[in-house]
């Protein structure tokens, strides 16, 4: 049976499933029962400097993207950092952590750009025995507006400077929270290791404005008739976290840094893909708040079952496992080329594949109509690009496949014999290209 133990930057836990900074884990109870389900570990809800708490709002603090089966897809929030007394948290994180020595427990953190703030809270996180630090650099709204959270995360020389801090006044792993909402997430990266981060975690949410109430003309959620923009997380940010994962762990600068993966996670597939693209542990906040605790459990046996299926021991091996084909756009082979084929037997002729690709494609799939009223769908080669579009709307799984031409045969579309490897870097068609390789064949008579 596979080990999902796992060991981040010298935190240990028994699987890579914890819970992110959030609702879930702002108090001992929800902690202690988050663990009796089955998590490995928690991020403490962020928590600020001593003195007078934070104030949240007190109504609705989220808004949601709901599906056709009105399943949660996205959902955007308001709230801020704990609003519970400093003491109170610290009393008990140090009850939970020496109650469950087995168990990931890791603070997050957010304080001004100062210091003695730093290292002031630093020492009080330290006395509570928890395993780490997650400086969060990413919240979007609220604390951005008084120079924390997001308006850290966006300047790489701060990330740099209090990640440097807290190194040097703390003798707990530091882990960095990055934010999205920036246009190169490498360099608070980069910023976060040149400070001596034992670890960056990401993403955290990002801005966003859910939507509108048309009747009322007021966004959602607000708050006595006024909207705001909040933090956008669950199952539709999960695309743009996996990027932003995979760009720093295949990135020279970066390669290397251990990575905590956030970003819209329900199942232990989404986990999984994390793992393949850099990630050693993934972090859960919008599952859990709609599923509850107990979700993790399919999480552990989904991954578990799936690694003795592909014969993974542990999860260090799936960890990277795709990166060595993660690449840029001009790296890719442009002499690759693959046809639509649509199976007879599965379609259910409801013309999905033809209307997207006669309207907004190539108008590569044509109608033939056979006796009895039935329709035949049919791909032309000689206009199709293998764009995969027909595949993508087409509601029967598989019915539709992308097949590719075999060397040497001959693509109707271009009269060029299959054949060869080109990159943008080499095309013919590049201004640019350094050394211009024609195509192993010329066009067919």
Not at 154 to 179: A, D, G
Not at 289 to 296: D, L, Q, R, S
Not at 349 to 362: F, M, P, Q, V
């Amino acid at each position: 049976m596979a080990d999902l133990s796992v060991d981040f930057v010298g935190i240990k836990a028994p699987n890579p499933f914890w819970l992110a900074s959030a609702p879930p884990t702002d108090k001992k109870i929800n902690v202690e029962r988050a663990y009796r389900a089955g998590w490995g570990g928690v991020v403490w809800k962020t928590l600020g400097e001593a003195g007078a708490p934070v104030v949240n709002v007190s109504g609705p603090r989220y808004g949601v993207l709901l599906g056709p089966d009105r399943r949660i897809i996205g959902l955007n929030n308001i709230e801020l950092i704990t609003d519970r007394p400093l003491e109170i948290n610290l009393q008990e994180i140090k009850e939970v952590k020496r109650a469950w020595r087995d168990r990931a427990l890791v603070v997050s953190l957010m304080v001004p750009c100062e210091e003695e703030a730093w290292k002031s809270i630093l020492k009080q996180v330290e006395d509570t025995e928890a395993d780490g630090v997650e400086l969060n650099f990413g919240c979007p709204h609220g604390m951005s507006e008084r120079g924390m959270g997001a308006a850290v995360g966006q300047v790489p020389e701060y990330v740099e400077m209090v990640t440097r801090w807290c190194k040097q006044h703390s003798r707990m792993p530091v882990i960095v929270k990055l934010t999205p909402n920036i246009s190169d997430i490498r360099k608070p990266a980069e910023a976060a290791k040149r400070g001596g981060a034992d670890a960056v975690s990401l993403i955290n949410t990002i801005n966003s404005v859910i939507g509108v109430d048309l009747d009322s003309m007021i966004a959602v959620p607000n708050t006595d008739g006024f909207a705001t923009h909040g933090g956008y997380c669950g199952p539709a940010v999960k695309p743009i976290a996996l990027s932003m994962v995979s760009e720093i762990a295949r990135a020279a600068e970066t390669r290397g840094l251990p990575i905590s993966g956030i970003g819209g996670i329900e199942t232990w597939k989404d986990a999984a893909e994390y793992l393949a693209l850099g990630a050693s542990t993934v972090q859960v906040c919008t599952a859990a708040m709609v599923y509850g605790f107990k979700i993790v459990e399919d999480m552990i046996t989904g991954l578990s079952d799936w690694m003795d299926a592909k014969g993974y021991t542990s999860v260090d091996q799936v960890v990277g496992a795709a990166i060595p084909r993660m690449t840029d756009w001009q790296h890719l082979n442009l002499d690759y080329i693959v046809k639509a084929k649509i199976d007879e037997d599965t379609c259910i002729e409801c013309g999905r594949c033809h209307i997207a690709c006669e309207d907004t494609s190539h108008q590569s799939i044509v109608v033939e109509a056979e006796e009895g009223g039935k329709r035949r769908f049919v791909v032309d080669e000689a206009e199709c690009v293998g764009c995969n579009l027909c595949a993508s709307v087409c509601p029967v799984p598989n019915c539709i496949s992308m097949d590719p031409l075999p060397a040497g045969a001959i693509d109707l579309r271009t009269g060029l014999v299959v054949g060869g490897k080109r990159t943008w870097l080499d095309h013919p068609n590049n201004p640019m290209a350094v050394h211009p390789r024609p195509h192993a064949n010329a066009p067919a008579e």
